[in-house]
């Protein structure tokens, strides 16, 4: 009889349990991001002309990426929903992120707070309402003044089917999967034809999403040389408190509170943090968290969390989960208060904070949702100047990326252990996946010779 190696293990290593071969360190992709981000840092601060022109390289693959994140969601949650024998599996998983979102956004909401009342990063700037360009923020504050709870609401239900996907609306594809998904779990054995072409889908797009991170060096490069081009370090170092304070309040809030977390169900934040290094390095590059959407779907899935609970807990956590932005709206704000030398009673402060909470759902999905819900914020908060925003308009980019880091770092926590709770979490591949083992080798397959 013929001995045959089993598909996936490496001819030059047939024995099962051998060491695979070690890559060169310059094969990795988040190697390469870093890479392309440094020298798109020195481009755009030695050539920021050079920097700025950089700027479609970043647009372009952001693009790419967004192209495939509509049918990447229909298609995981899709399957993942007619899979379920129970649908009230569905409400309950969604149940659970919802509590999760709420309790987590208010925490972030709270350690903004506290941390903006502690360091106060705007007192002593005596800013001058006079000076500022309020024309600068007229346009958020319009967007703010556009959004109610109603309006992003009644936006959930797509005009079209194809209008939602045409428009890349995640919220809108969601509400459309959740709702094809269990109409096919409801259908039973008659829809396993189509199931199956959904299936092999789904395979063809995660394989396309590799093929398409091959080019996120490209991206991450453009995009920061444009960054640093256009905007310059020096305007992080005029306002050098609040940047810094944020990057601090989110580095306490990522390994202080989601830390915790974590820890509390079985995992390291740290190992979770590196195991997500390659995708973490592309949200720095690009300032994009919907860069690595798909990337961190198949990922979770691959760490052992259900695809039905991947499936509805990431794509919603991108618009109900954004910890980052919630540490920005109250920190930001407090900043803008300290800064005018107006000192805001603890009342105000609570009023500020329950505002902040509605308001940031009302944004959510909304590009530019940040500085957006920030604007919606102080509109209904009078103590604090819209116009004061302008102040912080020029390092609003580079506290983005802390925004955007922190918010796809809280939507991976948010994810397994909404998995743990539901028991839909694979501890063992999560051990696997976090710890950085290969996966097992497939025992070699015995044929018999053909006579």
Not at 117 to 132: Q, S
Not at 241 to 252: D, E, H, I, M, P
Request: proline letters at 5%; hydrophobic letters at 55%.
């Amino acid at each position: 009889m013929t001995i045959k190696a089993a598909p996936g293990v490496s001819p030059a290593h047939p024995e099962p349990g051998a060491p695979p071969a070690r890559k060169p360190i310059w094969t990795h992709l988040y190697v390469q991001v870093i890479a392309a981000i440094v020298l798109g840092g020195l481009i755009g601060h030695f050539w920021p002309t050079v920097g700025e022109d950089l700027k479609p390289l970043g647009d372009a693959f952001i693009k790419l990426v967004k192209m495939i994140i509509a049918p990447v969601i229909f298609l995981t949650v899709t399957t993942g929903i007619a899979h379920l024998r129970d649908l009230k599996d569905v409400g309950r998983v969604a149940g659970k992120a919802f509590a999760y979102f709420l309790t987590f956004s208010t925490l972030a909401l709270i350690v903004g707070l506290v941390i903006a009342n502690v360091v106060r990063p705007g007192a002593g700037m005596n800013a001058d309402a006079t000076t500022l360009d309020t024309e600068a923020v007229a346009q958020y504050s319009q967007a703010a003044h556009d959004q109610t709870i109603t309006g992003f609401l009644m936006h959930i239900i797509p005009d079209t089917v194809v209008g939602a996907f045409a428009e890349g609306e995640i919220l809108q594809v969601l509400f459309f999967s959740i709702l094809f998904g269990i109409s096919l779990a409801i259908i039973g054995g008659r829809a396993q034809p189509v199931l199956m072409v959904l299936e092999s889908a789904s395979a063809a797009f995660f394989r396309l999403v590799d093929i398409l991170m091959k080019a996120a060096p490209i991206g991450a490069f453009g995009a920061f040389a444009f960054t640093i081009g256009r905007y310059g370090i020096d305007s992080v170092i005029n306002l050098a408190a609040l940047v810094g304070t944020f990057y601090l309040t989110s580095l306490v809030f990522v390994l202080g509170v989601l830390g915790a977390v974590a820890a509390a169900n079985g995992f390291s934040i740290l190992k979770l943090i590196r195991y997500l290094k390659e995708e973490l390095l592309l949200v720095l590059g690009t300032s994009s968290s919907e860069a690595a959407l798909p990337s961190l779907i198949e990922k979770m899935e691959r760490a052992g969390a259900k695809k039905s609970v991947v499936g509805l807990v990431v794509p919603t956590g991108y618009s109900f989960n954004l910890d980052g932005t919630n540490i920005y709206m109250t920190l930001a704000a407090l900043f803008i208060a300290q800064a005018y030398g107006i000192e805001l009673s603890l009342g105000e402060q609570l009023l500020l904070l329950a505002v902040a909470m509605l308001s940031s759902k009302g944004a959510a999905g909304v590009t530019g949702a940040g500085f957006i819900t920030l604007a919606a914020t102080l509109a209904v908060v009078p103590s604090v100047p819209v116009a004061g925003m302008a102040l912080i308009l020029g390092v609003d980019r580079f506290m983005s990326e802390c925004r955007a880091l922190t918010n796809f770092i809280g939507n991976a926590v948010a994810t397994l252990v909404v998995a743990r709770w539901d028991k839909a979490l694979d501890t063992e591949a999560l051990n696997t996946a976090l710890n950085g083992a290969p996966p097992p080798l497939a025992a070699p397959l015995v044929e018999a010779d053909e006579d």
